[in-house]
């Protein structure tokens, strides 16, 4: 299998398959809403902490944390929480885009 990147027009045929797949969902513009806005975080994250853990232990332990803090801010209820509660869970999504993507350890 070629692993080769290709680009016609500036989009690449990995940005093409995920453009395909996007536009099959009825939802397709709010996911790459969401998604555009976690790439943001992701890079944020990626500058503040460039390993997401010392190892997969660790990453974990920093995904449990991001998960404690949607459960805080789901007790808490008040006005303005569902924003809150938005950004909590795209930390855990970046957490665990980074923990796929092996952002943890010494190699990282």
Do not use: T
Request: glycine share 8%; proline share 1%; hydrophobic share 40%.
């Amino acid at each position: 299998m070629d692993n080769r990147v290709f680009s016609v027009n500036g989009v690449s045929a990995c940005e093409y398959d995920l453009l395909k797949s996007l536009r099959q969902h009825e939802d397709g513009g709010a996911i790459a809403m969401v998604l555009a806005g976690d790439l943001d975080r992701l890079a944020e994250a990626r500058a503040k902490h460039p390993k997401v853990g010392e190892n997969v232990y660790h990453a974990l332990g920093a995904l449990s944390a991001e998960h404690g803090e949607v459960c805080q801010e789901l007790e808490k209820h008040r006005e303005g929480w569902e924003e809150r509660m938005d950004s909590e869970l795209q930390d855990v999504r970046v957490v665990a885009l980074r923990m796929s993507l092996r952002e943890f350890g010494e190699d990282a």
